[in-house]
């Protein structure tokens, strides 16, 4: 006799604040991209790295990109635990990159900063493979294209606040380098840096 096929696993369907819960992660992914991007060639400059030095100091973006992406992606499809398969990893990533924003603008010298990039570059990717994965993990297929747009929603607001945030603070609420801090990194740059490190744990 023939065995009838077991019904389908139907995900449940999501309301718009519950997508937009799970998709929220990624403005403060984004936001700390957006930092980095806007930032640290100056950051840098200011611990005296040579305009010709800056290029190779900025191998860190694509080449953790090329090696921690399918890493974690292949190592998250086959995680089981109490927190599920992605939470671990989107987790992990997120306290690592907000301990390297805190650190990074309080860099004394140019070697410490390119450390540090490393380091929020693979935490930023440990977090992003996952999230990006959340979603389709989550949502029913009829709503995974609502799904992936509220990601954009929030990459695309990341990466503008990230990147206006020390112009904001400089000129909006006429914020200038603190009297007697000799630091390198301007004090609008590192408040940029330390209100990221909120927006990516958040």
Same mark, same amino acid.
């Given at each position: 006799m023939a065995v009838k096929p077991s019904r389908e696993f139907r995900k449940p369907t999501r309301n718009f604040w519950q997508i937009w819960n799970m998709s929220f992660g990624f403005f403060?992914?984004?936001?700390?991209?957006?930092?980095?991007m806007a930032n640290m060639s100056a950051i840098y400059e200011y611990l005296g790295a040579?305009?010709?030095?800056?290029?190779?100091?900025?191998?860190?973006?694509?080449?953790?990109?090329?090696?921690?992406?399918?890493?974690?992606?292949h190592a998250s499809d086959r995680t089981w635990g109490r927190l599920g398969r992605r939470r671990p990893y989107f987790l992990a990533g997120a306290i690592l990159a907000s301990t390297m924003l805190l650190l990074m603008p309080n860099s004394s010298a140019l070697w410490m900063a390119a450390c540090?990039?490393?380091?929020?570059?693979?935490?930023?990717?440990?977090?992003?493979?996952?999230?990006?994965?959340?979603? $389709?993990?989550i949502l029913p297929e009829g709503q995974r294209t609502a799904g992936f747009a509220m990601q954009s929603l929030f990459i695309g607001l990341g990466a503008v606040v990230a990147s206006a945030l020390?112009?904001?603070?400089?000129? $909006?609420?006429?914020?200038?380098?603190?009297?007697?801090?000799?630091? $390198?990194?301007?004090?609008?740059?590192?408040?940029?840096?330390?209100?990221?490190?909120?927006?990516?744990?958040?």
């Open positions: 403060g992914i984004q936001f700390g991209w957006g930092l980095q040579r305009a010709d030095q800056i290029p190779i100091l900025w191998l860190a973006a694509p080449l953790t990109g090329m090696i921690i992406q399918p890493i974690i992606g540090m990039l490393w380091i929020l570059d693979a935490s930023i990717n440990v977090s992003m493979e996952p999230f990006r994965a959340f979603v $389709a993990d020390p112009w904001l603070l400089t000129n $909006a609420f006429h914020m200038h380098q603190i009297a007697g801090d000799t630091r $390198a990194v301007p004090s609008t740059v590192r408040l940029s840096f330390y209100i990221g490190a909120a927006a990516f744990i958040g």
